[in-house]
């Protein structure tokens, strides 16, 4: 497996743009997370989904910040508009409800650098 | 609510010393898993490792030593005979997993720097 797969890895934008990041998780992983991490606040969860469903959205900071799972196998992160202060590495990550499984965890992407200029 | 305390924010050895990174931990739920990642200067999450809270068992990987003692909602990690290629920031995480809820707390990181 390709392992959770974010792009793009480096977004530069101005402010006031929009911006759309994208995470592809692992086949047959039924959570998704997205996080960002920043020097202030560390690694925030902003939603998870369960089955392309969200599920809690109480750390997506405010109305600028969506985020969608049309399917099983892709979800995105919009920030629109969106600010400097919005200037992080958004993290996905992928989990599977079956704990039994040996190597049951968390699998993170390789993250997305935004900065918003 | 689940609360992740990593009380070292950075730590400086020379190689080949061991460290202990300290990790305590919160939860009111009887079932949870801890984990530890290391997210070297290239920025990605590495999993090193993950304990449910029924499995008091210390591990051994290698140079890797965990230390799981619920009696102080504690999950240590040392690294013996520490490396350069162990610099890194280390995060100490806890996912609670019941009421339905698959959030994973991490705690804010400990800095580690291996010095030649």
């Known amino acids: 497996d390709a392992g959770v797969i974010q792009s793009p890895r480096h977004e530069v934008t101005e402010m006031g743009q929009e911006v759309t990041l994208r995470c592809k998780p692992i086949?047959?992983?039924?959570?998704l997370f997205w996080y960002r991490q920043t020097m202030m606040r560390g690694l925030e969860l902003l939603i998870y989904?369960?089955?392309?469903?969200?599920?809690?959205d109480s750390g997506m900071p405010e109305d600028r910040f969506s985020a969608k799972m049309p399917n099983a196998s892709f979800s995105t992160l919009k920030i629109q508009p969106s600010e400097p202060r919005d200037s992080a590495v958004y993290f996905c990550?992928?989990?599977?409800?079956?704990?039994?499984?040996?190597?049951?965890?968390?699998?993170f992407g390789s993250g997305t650098r935004l900065t918003v200029v | 609510a689940q609360k992740v305390t990593q009380a070292q924010t950075e730590i400086s050895v020379v190689e080949k010393e061991d460290v202990t990174l300290d990790c305590v931990y919160e939860?009111?739920?009887?079932?949870?898993?801890l984990f530890w990642y290391k997210q070297p200067p290239s920025g990605e999450l590495v999993f090193l490792i993950r304990?449910?809270?029924?499995?008091?068992q210390n591990e051994i990987s290698g140079r890797y030593s965990w230390n799981f003692q619920k009696s102080t909602s504690s999950f240590n990690f040392t690294i013996t005979a520490s490396q350069v290629v162990d610099s890194a920031v280390y995060f100490c995480?806890?996912?609670?997993?019941?009421?339905?809820?698959?959030?994973?707390?991490f705690g804010k990181g400990t800095k580690l720097t291996v010095n030649p």
């Open positions: 989904f369960n089955n392309n469903v969200p599920i809690d």
């Open positions: 086949s047959g992983h039924d959570y």
């Open positions: 939860t009111r739920d009887t079932t949870y898993y």
């Open positions: 995480a806890l996912s609670e997993h019941q009421g339905g809820s698959e959030k994973l707390v």
């Open positions: 304990r449910n809270s029924f499995d008091e």
């Open positions: 990550a992928s989990s599977s409800l079956d704990r039994s499984i040996l190597n049951y965890g968390y699998t």
